[in-house]
């Protein structure tokens, strides 16, 4: 059973930068996609971004391309989602997800975009 744990999460201003990790208990080599989900207070858990294993593909919601990042090093089992030009309507509580035969969630970091 891999364990992931976000970290990197805080009180941002508008225009500003965050780097999430997602670092795993165990080896992420064989987790087919790993990803970042977040949650506004009141709405659903929506997919924020995802990496594909082998050839690194990735996804983006229409909201973030052109400003979010995510990469993998599966020689650290981490995961990361580089977060630039943030807005107030970012802010959200952020939980990696890695999915292969099952689904495992991380228990969330908590990103603020606000002045």
């Known amino acids: 059973q891999v364990q992931l744990v976000e970290s990197g999460g805080g009180l941002v201003q508008p225009g500003g930068s965050l780097r999430l990790s997602c670092a795993a208990s165990?080896?992420?080599?064989?987790?087919?996609?790993m990803g970042w989900y977040r949650q506004a207070p009141g709405n659903e858990r929506e997919l924020v971004a995802r990496?594909?294993?082998?050839?690194?593909?990735?996804n983006y919601a229409d909201s973030v391309k052109g400003r979010f990042t995510i990469s993998r090093d599966n020689a650290k089992n981490t995961v990361y989602l580089q977060m630039n030009s943030l807005k107030p309507e970012d802010t959200a509580v952020y939980y990696c997800?890695?999915?292969?035969?099952?689904?495992?969630w991380g228990q969330g970091t908590q990103v603020t975009v606000s002045s």
């Open positions: 997800k890695g999915v292969s035969n099952t689904e495992y």
């Open positions: 165990g080896s992420i080599a064989n987790i087919n996609v």
């Open positions: 990496i594909f294993n082998g050839g690194n593909s990735t």
